[in-house]
């Protein structure tokens, strides 16, 4: 009886330890899981500070860098932006980008795109010619060019969650969400954060950190 009691109580002693290790490794890979968000959260915002503070440089003098460089913003913007679950058919839907009226990227934002990911989700990008063909965006971008649609753009997108980007002369002012900006020859941008959250958009803390100015709202996640 003595042996088994014995017995009993090593396997108790050693379910115990096997529980605590199971523990501890959980402990482990949550917080590696956290690690590694953290980690990706910071190599964007660090690329975005790069990109407000070098790779805008040659901008006013070079439309074709100018729009590679607003190409990278637009993919970093995805990265600090949460769109509501029902935004997206099913798990692996891509995120939509699409431009209206002529191209003024020229192919650069297709390259930007290519290949990469937000989260679980691949890019694509849709370019459409006519305000009547846009449909299933979640990032739309509205060219200078294009600044005569902008009111009846954000009239149609009301209260869908798109993320509006335009580089027009007071766009966040009229109810864009993000505004392109040029300030001592380097791209800055602004964000309109109350046109966001009514299209039930949540903004992270961090890009509102890096805009130049911020308008409305409760100032992120």
Same mark, same amino acid.
Request: with cysteine; hydrophobic share 40%.
């Given at each position: ?26 402990? =482990? ?14 190599? +964007?915002?660090?690329?975005?500070? $790069? ?8 901008? #006013? ?13 637009? *993919? /970093?913007?995805?990265?600090?932006? &949460? ?7 099913? +798990? ?13 990227? /020229? ?12 989260? +679980? ?5 849709? /370019?459409?010619?006519? %305000?009547?063909?846009?449909?299933? $965006? #979640?990032?739309?971008?509205?060219? &200078?060019?294009? #600044? ?11 209260? =869908? ?9 007071? *766009?966040? #002012? ?6 392109? %900006?040029?300030?001592?020859?380097? =791209?800055?941008? &602004?964000?309109? @954060?109350?046109?966001?959250? /009514?299209?039930? %958009?949540?903004?992270?803390?961090? @890009?509102?950190?890096? +805009? ?8 992120? =996640?």
């Amino acid at each position: 009886m003595a042996v088994l009691t014995g017995e009993k109580e090593k396997l108790n002693s050693r379910n115990k330890r096997r529980g605590v290790l199971r523990k501890r490794e959980g402990g =482990i890979a949550a917080r590696s899981g956290r690690d590694r968000y953290a980690c990706l959260a910071a190599i +964007a915002r660090a690329v975005l500070l $790069c990109l407000l503070s070098v790779c805008g440089d040659s901008a #006013q003098t070079n439309p074709s860098s100018e729009y590679q460089v607003k190409a990278a913003f637009l *993919f /970093h913007f995805a990265q600090f932006v &949460e769109w509501p679950e029902e935004t997206f058919k099913e +798990a692996n839907s891509p995120v939509t980008y699409c431009t209206i009226g002529a191209d003024p990227f /020229h192919g650069s934002l297709d390259a930007a795109l290519s290949g990469k990911t937000v989260g +679980a989700r691949s890019l694509r990008v849709m /370019h459409y010619r006519q %305000l009547q063909e846009i449909r299933g $965006c #979640q990032v739309l971008f509205i060219g &200078e060019r294009e #600044q005569k649609l902008v009111p009846s753009l954000l009239t149609s997108l009301k209260g =869908i969650p798109a993320l509006t980007v335009g580089e027009s002369q007071d *766009f966040v #002012q009229d109810g864009g969400m993000i505004g392109f %900006l040029l300030e001592e020859n380097k =791209i800055r941008f &602004e964000i309109n @954060l109350d046109a966001a959250e /009514h299209a039930r %958009l949540k903004v992270s803390s961090r @890009l509102l950190a890096l +805009a130049k100015r911020v308008i409305g709202g409760q100032r992120g =996640i």
